[in-house]
């Protein structure tokens, strides 16, 4: 299983850098996970630009186990790993999605930012979503992006 999975992260170019990351903080089977969640949620012409996004969102949201990729959604909320890194994934790929067809203006970073850690949210009692996009665009270019 280990050789078939490293024989595909070596045919995918995003997979080297941002699995590395997630390995590096969460370990192999976690990492697996990840690359799951991109492969099922991430059109594959988007795999490069956008897997750092979501390693760099991981990083940045620090969460606990079940916020490890700081979703709230219900549906995600203090579920596993892998939804969390689902969800995470198919925000990241929908919201690339709404920022191309608005004309690709601005920062997709800054665009992804404004829904997914919004600077209003009253959950944000201690002012951290100020350090969302920073950290993320830091982040993710270390990762590849």
């Known amino acids: 299983m280990r050789f078939i999975l490293f024989f595909l992260l070596a045919s995918f170019s995003f997979a080297q850098s941002s699995y ?8 192999t089977q ?3 996970d990840f690359y799951d969640a ?4 991430v059109r594959p012409e988007c795999r490069d630009r ?3 996004v979501v390693a760099a969102i991981r990083y940045a949201e620090n969460g606990r186990r079940g916020r490890e990729f700081g979703v709230l959604h219900p549906k995600a909320l203090d579920k596993n ?4 890194a ?4 198919a925000t990241v790929q929908k919201n690339y999605d709404r920022w191309v067809a608005a004309g690709s203006k601005g920062d ?3 665009f992804l930012g404004s829904r997914y850690c919004p600077l209003d949210d009253p959950r944000d009692t201690g002012g951290l979503n100020h350090h969302w996009i920073g950290n993320v665009t830091k982040f993710s270019k270390r990762f590849g992006g």
Do not use: F, M
Not at 38 to 41: E, G, P, R
Not at 81 to 84: I, P, V
């Open 86 to 89: 689902g969800w995470c994934a």
């Open 38 to 41: 991109i492969v099922d949620n």
């Open 50 to 52: 956008l897997a750092p």
């Open 108 to 110: 997709y970073i800054a």
């Open 20 to 27: 590395q990351a997630i390995q590096s903080k969460d370990g």
């Open 30 to 32: 976690k990492a697996e």
């Open 81 to 84: 790993y892998r939804t969390q």
